[in-house]
């Protein structure tokens, strides 16, 4: 993935804004995953809570370069 997006003349890498979508749609899945009691089963929680965001981010990376998308 080579690629950067212009924001206001300041070039910022893709895998950034890559990462803070990641963080977002991590933060939805620790509310949705609290919320249903997931946590109950789970010793530690930040843990769980970074290999989702890894995960996550991970799938992101896979989806944009298989299908081509540069931003």
């Known amino acids: 993935m080579i690629g950067e997006i212009s924001i206001g003349g300041v070039f910022v890498p893709t895998l950034l804004m890559l990462a803070f979508v990641a963080l977002l749609l991590t933060g939805f899945a620790v509310r949705?995953?609290?919320?249903?009691?997931?946590?109950?089963?789970v010793a530690y929680r930040a843990m769980v809570d970074l290999a989702m965001f890894v995960l996550i981010l991970g799938l992101l990376v896979w989806a944009f370069a298989r299908f081509g998308i540069r931003l």
């Open 32 to 41: 949705m995953a609290s919320l249903f009691g997931f946590y109950r089963f």
